[in-house]
């Protein structure tokens, strides 16, 4: 790939579609209702408060180690003043913006550079940007299974759903 392939993908490809995904993923998570939050429906799986700041959070993860151009490991703990799906929504929209200015801007030249994944993978910078896509939309539609059980209304994600029209 070439900086200038790398920049039209970035451009016209990874960012209108990082925003699309990133309005949807923030529906899914205000429909969770606050007195439920810590529903999960198996012992094994995150409750909708803890998989809610893992998107968001993720996202983040993802986009930073891009413009960075090196993965590090972090905590990756949720504050703890954030204990409502609500706090999670306020805490993404103080930073995504911000993080996703600063993906595009990131020089041609460093989209294409290889980024270690704390050994397990490699790939140029900008495709950190796709694999930060399917993970969200994969934990989103994780997510999005736990709002019936919850007695929450699913919105509309890809096209109408029982409860939300187009």
Not at 31 to 39: E, G, L, N, R
Request: glycine residues 6%; aromatic residues 10%; contains cysteine.
């Amino acid at each position: 790939m070439t900086p200038e392939q790398a920049t039209f993908l970035l451009n016209e490809i990874y960012l209108p579609q990082i925003r699309n995904e990133h309005a949807t993923t923030r529906r899914v998570i205000a429909a969770i209702p606050a007195d439920q939050s810590a529903y999960r429906p198996s012992t094994k799986c995150m409750c909708a408060l803890e998989l809610a700041w893992h998107i968001v959070s993720a996202e983040q993860f993802f986009m930073n180690g891009i413009v960075a151009g090196k993965y590090e490991r972090g905590d990756g703990a949720k504050p703890d003043a954030l204990k409502t799906p609500e706090d999670i929504l306020q805490w993404d929209q103080k930073h995504f913006d911000q993080t996703v200015s600063r993906l595009a801007g990131v020089p041609p030249n460093e989209l294409i550079q290889p980024i270690d994944f704390f050994g397990f993978m490699t790939f140029p910078a900008l495709q950190f940007a796709g694999l930060m896509c399917s993970h969200s939309v994969h934990h989103r539609g994780q997510l999005s299974s736990y709002l019936r059980p919850m007695g929450a209304k699913v919105p509309r994600i890809y096209g109408p759903s029982g409860d939300e029209p187009m």
